[in-house]
């Protein structure tokens, strides 16, 4: 938990205390991003008065997710739920092969569908207003939401890409590369690179590298409760 050279290396807080500043609580020991946007928090370095600070932004009951290139220190008050490494993709270029697919953009209105898609879909953490952390679109068939992705966190020159779902029903109509080509373009075309993350064994990876994604660096996303 140390501020290394690249913003990447640690994007929470770079995103929380950066292009994100605006959906952050906290201060300058450890931020997160309000709990009804997302569980992700950071502190600014490992030291005891940092993770106590980082600690302290955990609602009673509630859940932090930590994503770093080190392993996070114990945090006080706070159980492990899961520590998992995790790959991180960036970027830079779009191979574009998807077909024409009709999408729209999604915003306040469409946050109930949304958060159904990503319930049902569990494409990673998503909440009432994760939506509001960047752009989002989607596609309908019959009014009705299938597929979606858009951007999560923000750093100085990148832009992560998320929540790329489709409904189980709806899946194998090139919907996901669709969307993403839709989301990287003009992120790329404005000069900015592209960042995801994801496990290792996760079937779309491939869908990922052909899109142009390679493997950066892994990371350590780790989730504590309090308790």
């Not at 898609?117 to 068939?141: D, I, M």
Request: proline share 6%; hydrophobic share 45%; glycine share 10%.
């Amino acid at each position: 938990m140390t501020n290394t050279a690249s913003p990447l290396d640690r994007p929470i807080w770079h995103s929380l205390t950066g292009r994100h500043a605006a959906l952050a609580i906290g201060d300058a020991l450890a931020v997160r991003f309000r709990p009804e946007v997302n569980l992700f928090g950071a502190a600014v370095d490992a030291s005891p008065a940092a993770c106590a600070a980082l600690a302290a932004l955990i609602e009673e009951g509630g859940t932090l997710g930590v994503l770093e290139a080190e392993s996070v220190p114990p945090l006080p008050g706070t159980v492990v739920v899961s520590e998992r490494r995790i790959d991180q993709m960036v970027a830079t270029r779009l191979n574009r092969a998807a077909r024409g697919v009709d999408m729209v953009p999604l915003g306040d209105v469409d946050a109930d569908e949304m958060l159904a898609l990503a319930t049902l879909t569990a494409p990673g953490p998503f909440f009432g207003s994760t939506h509001r952390q960047g752009g989002y679109v989607g596609v309908r068939r019959h009014g009705r939401l299938v597929a979606m992705a858009g951007e999560r966190m923000k750093v100085a020159g990148f832009s992560e890409i998320s929540a790329v779902c489709t409904h189980p029903d709806h899946r194998g109509q090139g919907f996901a590369r669709a969307l993403m080509e839709a989301v990287l373009a003009p992120l790329l075309e404005r000069g900015e690179g592209v960042f995801l993350h994801t496990y290792p064994d996760n079937p779309a990876v491939a869908l990922y590298r052909a899109l142009g994604f390679a493997v950066r660096r892994q990371m350590t996303y780790t989730v504590v409760a309090r308790g």
